[in-house]
């Protein structure tokens, strides 16, 4: 089953998707504008792109991106950020960050992350980083906060 993918031509933001329900034609530009509440004068702002696989919008938001190779607009999926611990010392641990699934043309320099409600940085090279954290004996959680990566929460335990 296929889906017809509304996206921003500014921004490349997907903005809307939608299943093509068998036996019916499929959903037009117009359609899907309507669905997603854009203002009529805005609907050149907009494009439609088709893929063969089906995801709801939030699907579509959560693991889909709008890139441009050699001048045509194309959906591939997000790249997946690999997050992984190590401890050094009884209170410091090392955290690496590894991007898979990237493109050629992707020129990522920094993964943004937040340990404990406290937001950081970790710098990429080559789409992999480390840095280390000093924390006191607990449990925590690390997010990526960037949605242009998919990626899994890291459970950490310092002992």
Known sequence: MSSQILFNLATKEIIWSIAQAKGLPKPNKKSLCKSARIQVNDYD??????????????EAKDNLRIVVINNYYKV?????????????????????????????????????LKLAGVKFTIQLNNNQGTKVVELPKGRYQVVCIDDIFISEILKIRVV
């Open 76 to 112: 591939v999926e997000k790249p997946t950020l690999k997050l992984s611990y190590s401890n050094t010392t009884t209170n410091r641990v090392k955290l690496t960050v590894k991007l898979v699934n990237t493109l050629d043309q992707d020129n990522f320099k920094e993964v943004n």
């Open 45 to 58: 702002k907009y494009s439609l792109l088709e893929i063969d696989k089906h995801y709801t919008a939030l």
